[in-house]
């Protein structure tokens, strides 16, 4: 059996759910374009959806289709995602990640500043940074996509955008190009994909080979 990898994005709720299902579901067409085999999902735990709390949405793939079609959490995540800085405080965001995985932040802050706050970063390969908020500016509020509806506002309006071009650049799992093709905001991916700041901490699997650590 393929191996299944996975990729957990965290928001705040609410003012955040559509701009996090936008990561997922954009990030996860662009992997089905390229021949993955992908499923994208919220975390049932953490719903019902609150104004800030913190809540989590998930993508697998895999090279062969995936069989595991009923686990609703992601327990091994290589990829996380962070869509509002201050949710690093006080929660485990890398809770289940091998070593050597990567962390996407949006931040406007330099990437040891927001390592001070992770006790158990040690299992990072790399930390990414990007400046979503600064790009883009715009955090869309709107549930007509949830649970497999129709998105009548479209995907990657928003701060989804520059987070998703980051993830392309610096996994290397997607072109650009692809993504180019699936969101609203083409100009804020392509600068998520050219602004974002990596640091290397170790040795990260999660990389394309082009990438390679």
């Not at 690093?88 to 965001?93: A, H, Q, S, W």
């Not at 650009?176 to 050219?194: H, P, Q, W, Y």
Request: net charge negative; proline share 4%; with cysteine.
């Amino acid at each position: 059996m393929a191996k299944v990898n996975e990729i957990t994005v965290w928001v705040r709720g609410v003012l955040q759910d559509k701009e996090g299902r936008d990561v997922m579901n954009a990030f996860g067409q662009a992997l089905a374009k390229e021949g993955k085999f992908t499923q994208v999902f919220d975390n049932y735990e953490d719903l019902p959806d609150r104004v800030l709390v913190p809540l989590r949405k998930y993508v697998r793939y895999s090279d062969e289709e995936l069989e595991h079609k009923y686990l609703y959490t992601n327990d091994h995540p290589e990829i996380v995602v962070i869509m509002e800085p201050t949710i690093v405080k006080g929660m485990n965001i890398l809770k289940g990640m091998p070593d050597g995985g990567i962390l996407f932040i949006n931040t406007n802050r330099p990437a040891d500043y927001i390592l001070k706050f992770i006790p158990n970063a040690d299992v990072l390969g790399a930390i990414a940074t990007v400046d979503c908020f600064g790009i883009s500016g715009v955090q869309t509020v709107d549930f007509s996509g949830s649970e497999g509806g129709v998105d009548s506002a479209g995907l990657g309006h928003g701060i989804a955008a520059p987070m998703v071009g980051a993830m392309a650049k610096i996994t290397g799992l997607v072109k650009k190009e692809t993504l180019a093709g699936i969101v609203k905001d083409v100009s804020g991916m392509e600068r998520g994909f050219n602004e974002v700041k990596m640091q290397k901490l170790k040795k990260f699997h999660t990389m394309s080979s082009q990438h390679g650590g």
